[in-house]
């Protein structure tokens, strides 16, 4: 298949950092094929990538990112280049378009750059690996992303009484760290209450840090995430943290939505509806106006990615390249 011949050149470059001459290297790798296609090639300031089907048409955009993280894995991005390409190719229709939109990993530098152009297209649809397990889950091999997640990252600092371990009797101390311990489960018990949010504490500090002293404070940083800003906050106010932090989470153009479904149920597949936990390309577009969708892949082997491990079946792959063509058809129309 022309898709998994060409995430091999892709990933025969190795490790694109954004900006780096392996990304420009790919990206010049990726302006060939689209030349071949008949597509008109431009690359903006920012060095986003842009391949259009000439003539007068609703500017409906598929695509997605060519950079990688280190040591990533072949299909994060790449595949909504080679698989958006596949589709426009097939449909042939006049203002259809493949970006490639420059170091996604780091921030989503090129699409931010590309937005405040204010140069957007009509839609924007992403193909992309699920980076999860849930359609695996699911059993299903395509999702339909209903919004991509907004988060909010703070720390809590917990103070207690520092003491030596081995002369201050168990009662009356005040330890910060088994305070910290109760907080930390109590901010899991928390977000399994808000459907579909997430919280993580990833990091702890205990101070004074010694094996024979009572920790007398403990600050750990809390990563809480969700699909709307109401349930976003609900969960910050629940584990007391100050609710209206952070990125706003940004809602998929029902229309989008809707095209997508359409062709997944055209497919004889089931359709499942899924928020994005990972940040894309298509929620800066969202957030600057733009109608915008994302169609997820499978991921295999236990959904892991950021990873040379990461996985998507080349039957899943071909279902994929139907549906984007079924939706960016209707999204055209
Ligand atoms: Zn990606």
């Known amino acids: 298949m022309r898709v998994l011949d060409r995430l091999e050149q892709l990933a025969a470059i190795g490790d694109r950092i954004g900006y780096s001459p392996e990304e420009d290297a790919a990206h010049e790798l990726a302006a060939g094929w ?13 060095g986003n990538l842009l391949g259009r089907r000439p003539g007068d048409g609703r500017a409906v955009w598929t ?21 958006g390409l596949e589709a426009v190719e097939r449909l042939g229709l006049p203002g259809l378009g493949v970006v490639v939109f420059r170091d996604e990993e780091r921030g989503c530098a090129g699409s931010r750059a590309r937005c405040d152009s204010r140069a957007l297209p009509d839609a924007f649809l992403e193909l992309h690996v699920e980076q999860g397990p849930r359609l695996l889950n699911a ?20 103070t207690g009484r520092a003491g030596h371990a081995g002369t201050t009797p168990m009662a009356g101390r005040d330890d910060a760290l088994c305070t910290a311990a109760e907080r930390v489960l109590a901010i899991r018990d928390a977000a399994q209450r808000v459907p579909e949010a997430v919280a993580t504490v990833g990091t702890l500090t205990v101070e004074p840090g010694g094996v024979n002293v009572i920790p007398g404070a403990v600050s750990f940083t809390v990563d809480v995430r969700a699909p709307d800003r109401a349930r976003l906050d609900e969960l910050l106010a629940a584990i007391g943290l100050q609710p209206g932090l952070g990125t706003e989470p940004a809602v998929m153009g029902p ?3 809707a095209a997508a479904r359409a062709a997944v149920e055209e497919l004889g597949l089931p359709v499942v509806e899924l928020p994005s936990g990972a940040g894309h390309d298509a929620g800066i577009l969202a957030s600057a106006g733009v109608p915008s969708g994302m169609l ?11 990873n040379p491990d990461e996985l998507s079946s080349p039957e899943d792959i071909a279902l994929a390249v139907d549906a984007l063509t079924g939706a960016l058809r209707r999204l055209a129309s």
Do not use: K
Not at 34 to 46: K, P, S, T
Not at 139 to 158: E, F
Not at 296 to 306: A, C, P
């Open 34 to 46: 689209f030349r071949e296609a008949g597509l008109e090639v431009e690359v903006d300031d920012a």
């Open 63 to 83: 695509g997605s990112h060519l950079d990688t993280v280190p040591s990533g894995g072949r299909y994060d991005g790449a595949l909504g280049v080679v698989a």
């Open 139 to 158: 059993d299903a091999p395509l999702g339909v992303v209903t919004a991509i997640v907004g988060y909010s990252r703070q720390t809590v600092t917990v």
């Open 255 to 257: 229309d989008v939505v």
């Open 296 to 306: 997820f892949v499978r991921s295999q082997n236990g959904g892991v990615s950021h």
